[in-house]
């Protein structure tokens, strides 16, 4: 199209006539003037003098101008339109699966179906300055530790486990702990885990909810540990005091109206490093009591079985004795039973015959026999080992 | 431009009216309190979200303060009971701007850091006059289950939230002691009594372990011998019984009691000479009159003195 223009429009001298106004009217009125403009601009070159070269650029760049304005002017149209679409539809929000979301409009919550939050999925809210869409992230587990009653430690100290040197007292300003209901120190440490249910209360209602909740663990800790004595903050009663820490901090929660839920949480409770020594020597005296304690039941046990053991052995050798003497008597009273026949034909020479028989069984096993005739003077002088010796004996009856 | 015209005019009017119509309204936001100032001076505050009307610059000016609850903390002071002793304690506070108006004029254009200064001398008078009028067991109590301990928290409360009202337009929602503690010369004492109680403790343990180990091994020892009485007894009995069942043989001893008596005699000479005996004989005896009687009594002679055989090894 410019090609088209160059040449006829080479030789006018229209610098002064229609590079001023047509300038003018191509910016003012470009889309009527176009078309009308471009018939206007051949018929004037009717002067001579066709090698102006300079002419030539600003009536074709003019053209160009009005060219390009108009076709920007297409794209700038679009792109509203677009820009209009986009506007209507930037209300268009979701909200994803652990957030909720509440729409001010004018900066008033919105009430739909009796609750201002909007749970998960596609939503629609007027685009500013009508609506705005506050997002919020809920259900997500959150922590609070408390600060109060713990002593004071870096964070490279706490994560290599190491517990930083112990004055003789315990600066207040500097280190945190709990004083028992005994008047004793300990350090205590609370982790609330919760979960933010009630977003609107939590994040509308306080300017810091996270911060509160700190100080609702550091009450809760200093409370509990205000009525439980040392010994049962520390180990007789560890799960109680727990539960009372965590029960002071669902009780502060509902009074503050904070709109969170505790989940299970813990609470550490140690003895100050100055007295560690001292709980650590109970610690192991009470070992050492186990042990004795244990011991005296394995004596216990032991000695019970032995007795146990002995007792039916000694039963036993009973049932053994009296199943020995009948049966010894038995044999007596069979053999007796037997031998009496014998007897009863010759009593005399019965007797003597076995009387006979069992000295010389005796004499036999007898290692010294001695034969005490009746002295004159009726005196009997021994003179016998203590032991003894058995040797074969000379004389045999 | 004669199709443009009205279009672009009706685009035109209503950018104007928009922008003006942002010049007389503004928006309260739901965190939000709001006060409205006429040439500087606080005419009108809104504590509803919402949108409201106000006349342009320079005649009403608005100014937004956050209604949300705020934190505060006091100090960590030391504080005299009423036993005398020193405690320090610390309390938060939550508070909010209830009177935007007030709380506006009182503190220059609504200055928070004012107002937590003006809120940390309430919270340390209205803490020291707390505890001031309460023992020292009424923080630290092994009894009454801390009710003391949430009643001083109250009365603390309770005295700063009216001040803070009707002076400053500030509503005190939450106050709870954050810290509580002992002045530092008084822990040292502490810890000496602690570990003096450690001692103690250390001991009673020792010594109940001991007591524990002896009943235990008493007890031990006591069932032993009853076990082993018992048992003698059992074992008494039965060999009774064997005596008894015994004695129903000896019936039959009855028929003729010398042959039984003889029998019994020579059983227990018999049992008692066993191996190894030294017996000293009277020569009358039988069968040994043999030797006294005949002739034959010769070798009996030396035998017959027990000197001679005693002396002999």
């Given at each position: 199209?410019?090609?088209?223009?160059?040449?006829?429009?080479?030789?006018?001298?229209a610098?002064?006539?229609?590079?001023?106004?047509g300038?003018?009217?191509?910016?003012?009125h470009?889309?009527?003037h176009?078309?009308?403009?471009?018939?206007?601009?051949?018929?004037?070159?009717?002067?001579?003098?066709?090698?102006?070269?300079?002419?030539?650029?600003?009536?074709?760049?003019?053209?160009?101008?009005?060219?390009?304005?108009?076709?920007?002017?297409?794209?700038?149209?679009?792109?509203?339109?677009?820009?209009?679409?986009y506007?209507?539809?930037?209300?268009v929000?979701?909200?994803?699966s652990?957030?909720?979301?509440?729409?001010?409009?004018?900066?008033?919550?919105?009430?739909?179906?009796?609750?201002?939050?909007?749970g998960?999925?596609?939503?629609?809210?007027?685009?500013?300055?009508?609506?705005?869409?506050?997002?919020?992230?809920?259900?997500?587990?959150?922590?609070?530790?408390?600060?109060?009653?713990?002593?004071?430690?870096?964070?490279?100290?706490?994560?290599?486990?190491?517990?930083?040197?112990?004055?003789?007292?315990?600066?207040?300003?500097?280190?945190?702990?709990?004083?028992?209901?005994?008047?004793?120190?300990?350090?205590?440490?609370?982790?609330?885990?919760?979960?933010?249910t009630?977003?609107?209360?939590?994040?509308?209602?306080f300017?810091d909810?996270?911060?509160?909740?700190?100080?609702?663990?550091?009450?809760?800790?200093?409370?509990?540990?205000?009525?439980?004595?040392?010994?049962?903050?520390?180990?007789?009663?560890?799960?109680?005091?727990?539960?009372?820490?965590?029960?002071?901090?669902?009780?502060?929660?509902?009074?503050?109206?904070?709109?969170?839920?505790?989940?299970?949480?813990?609470?550490?409770?140690?003895?100050?490093?100055?007295?560690?020594?001292?709980?650590?020597?109970?610690?192991?005296?009470?070992?050492e009591?186990?042990?004795?304690?244990?011991?005296?039941?394995?004596?216990?046990?032991?000695?019970?079985?032995?007795?146990?053991?002995?007792?039916?052995?000694?039963?036993?050798?009973?049932?053994?004795?009296?199943?020995?003497?009948?049966?010894?008597?038995?044999?007596e009273?069979?053999?007796?039973?037997?031998?009496?026949?014998?007897?009863?034909?010759?009593?005399?020479?019965?007797?003597?015959?076995?009387?006979?028989?069992?000295?010389?069984?005796?004499?036999?096993?007898?290692?010294?026999?001695?034969?005490?005739?009746?002295?004159?003077?009726?005196?009997?002088?021994?003179?016998?080992?203590?032991?003894?010796?058995?040797?074969?004996?000379?004389?045999?009856? | 431009?004669?199709?443009?015209?009205?279009?672009?005019?009706?685009?035109?009017?209503?950018?104007?009216?928009?922008?003006?119509?942002?010049?007389?309204?503004?928006?309260?936001?739901?965190?939000?309190?709001?006060?409205?100032?006429?040439?500087?001076?606080?005419?009108?505050?809104?504590?509803?979200?919402?949108?409201?009307?106000?006349?342009?610059?320079?005649?009403?000016?608005?100014?937004?303060?956050?209604?949300?609850?705020?934190?505060?903390?006091?100090?960590?002071?030391e504080?005299?009971?009423?036993?005398?002793?020193?405690?320090?304690?610390m309390?938060?506070?939550?508070?909010?701007?209830?009177?935007?108006?007030?709380?506006?004029?009182?503190?220059?254009?609504?200055?928070?850091?004012?107002?937590?200064?003006?809120?940390?001398?309430?919270?340390?008078?209205?803490?020291?006059?707390?505890?001031?009028?309460?023992?020292?067991?009424?923080?630290?109590?092994?009894?009454?289950?801390?009710?003391?301990?949430?009643?001083?928290?109250?009365?603390?409360?309770?005295?700063?939230?009216?001040?803070?009202?009707?002076?400053?337009?500030?509503?005190?929602?939450?106050?709870?002691?954050?810290?509580?503690?002992?002045?530092?010369?008084?822990?040292?004492?502490?810890?000496?009594?602690?570990?003096?109680?450690?001692?103690?403790?250390?001991?009673?343990?020792?010594?109940?372990?001991?007591?524990?180990?002896?009943?235990?091994?008493?007890?031990?020892?006591l069932?032993?011998?009853?076990?082993?009485?018992?048992?003698?007894?059992?074992?008494?009995?039965?060999r009774?019984?064997?005596?008894?069942?015994?004695?129903?043989?000896?019936?039959?001893?009855?028929?003729?009691?010398?042959?039984?008596?003889?029998?019994?005699?020579?059983?227990?000479?018999?049992?008692?000479?066993?191996?190894?005996?030294?017996?000293?004989?009277d020569?009358?005896?039988?069968?040994?009159?043999?030797?006294?009687?005949?002739?034959?009594?010769?070798?009996?002679?030396?035998?017959?003195?027990?000197?001679?055989?005693?002396t002999?090894?």
């Amino acid at each position: 199209m410019s090609a088209d223009h160059d040449h006829p429009a080479g030789p006018g001298d229209a610098k002064p006539h229609v590079h001023g106004p047509g300038c003018g009217h191509d910016h003012d009125h470009d889309h009527d003037h176009a078309p009308a403009g471009a018939p206007g601009l051949p018929a004037a070159p009717a002067a001579p003098e066709p090698p102006t070269p300079p002419d030539n650029p600003v009536d074709a760049g003019a053209q160009a101008l009005s060219d390009a304005l108009r076709s920007s002017f297409i794209i700038v149209r679009v792109l509203l339109v677009a820009l209009i679409v986009y506007f209507l539809a930037s209300g268009v929000f979701t909200v994803g699966s652990q957030e909720r979301a509440i729409i001010l409009r004018f900066g008033e919550p919105v009430r739909r179906d009796g609750s201002v939050e909007l749970g998960p999925g596609l939503h629609f809210a007027f685009p500013y300055p009508v609506d705005e869409v506050v997002k919020m992230q809920v259900d997500l587990l959150q922590t609070a530790q408390s600060t109060a009653g713990w002593y004071a430690v870096t964070p490279e100290q706490e994560a290599d486990n190491e517990v930083p040197e112990a004055g003789p007292s315990l600066n207040p300003a500097a280190e945190g702990y709990a004083v028992t209901g005994d008047g004793n120190i300990v350090h205590v440490r609370a982790t609330l885990k919760y979960r933010i249910t009630e977003p609107l209360k939590f994040f509308f209602s306080f300017l810091d909810g996270a911060a509160v909740m700190t100080n609702i663990a550091n009450n809760a800790v200093l409370f509990a540990a205000a009525q439980y004595p040392v010994d049962d903050a520390l180990r007789r009663d560890v799960a109680g005091f727990r539960d009372k820490v965590i029960s002071r901090a669902n009780a502060l929660i509902l009074a503050h109206d904070l709109g969170v839920t505790l989940e299970p949480s813990d609470v550490v409770t140690i003895p100050p490093r100055q007295v560690k020594g001292g709980f650590d020597a109970v610690l192991s005296a009470e070992v050492e009591r186990a042990k004795s304690v244990s011991e005296a039941q394995g004596y216990a046990s032991r000695v019970v079985n032995e007795a146990r053991g002995d007792a039916a052995a000694r039963i036993n050798a009973g049932e053994t004795d009296r199943n020995r003497l009948v049966q010894s008597v038995a044999a007596e009273a069979q053999k007796f039973a037997s031998l009496l026949p014998e007897y009863q034909k010759n009593p005399e020479f019965f007797r003597r015959r076995l009387q006979t028989e069992t000295l010389h069984r005796v004499m036999t096993n007898a290692t010294d026999k001695f034969f005490l005739p009746l002295s004159p003077d009726d005196q009997l002088r021994l003179q016998l080992n203590r032991e003894p010796p058995k040797r074969p004996a000379a004389p045999t009856p | 431009m004669k199709q443009t015209n009205p279009v672009t005019l009706a685009f035109g009017l209503l950018l104007m009216a928009l922008f003006l119509v942002l010049l007389f309204v503004f928006q309260v936001r739901q965190t939000e309190v709001a006060v409205v100032t006429t040439f500087g001076k606080a005419t009108r505050p809104i504590t509803e979200p919402g949108l409201n009307f106000k006349w342009p610059w320079p005649i009403q000016k608005v100014t937004k303060l956050d209604r949300r609850v705020q934190n505060f903390e006091g100090k960590f002071e030391e504080t005299l009971t009423a036993d005398g002793r020193n405690l320090l304690i610390m309390v938060y506070v939550g508070w909010t701007i209830a009177d935007p108006a007030l709380f506006y004029s009182r503190f220059a254009g609504g200055s928070i850091p004012e107002a937590e200064r003006t809120l940390e001398g309430l919270v340390r008078s209205a803490k020291n006059a707390a505890v001031g009028r309460h023992p020292f067991a009424a923080f630290v109590s092994t009894e009454g289950g801390g009710e003391r301990f949430s009643a001083v928290e109250q009365e603390i409360l309770a005295t700063i939230q009216k001040d803070a009202l009707s002076r400053y337009g500030m509503e005190v929602r939450l106050l709870g002691i954050k810290r509580l503690g002992l002045p530092d010369s008084v822990t040292e004492k502490v810890f000496d009594r602690m570990r003096a109680e450690r001692n103690k403790e250390v001991e009673r343990l020792k010594a109940e372990g001991t007591e524990e180990a002896i009943k235990l091994r008493s007890a031990a020892d006591l069932e032993r011998d009853r076990i082993l009485a018992e048992a003698d007894a059992q074992a008494t009995r039965i060999r009774g019984e064997g005596d008894a069942e015994a004695a129903k043989s000896f019936a039959v001893f009855q028929q003729n009691p010398e042959l039984a008596l003889l029998i019994l005699k020579l059983n227990a000479l018999e049992a008692t000479l066993g191996e190894r005996t030294t017996l000293l004989l009277d020569p009358r005896t039988p069968p040994f009159d043999l030797l006294q009687k005949g002739g034959v009594s010769a070798p009996a002679g030396p035998e017959g003195t027990p000197r001679l055989s005693g002396t002999q090894p």
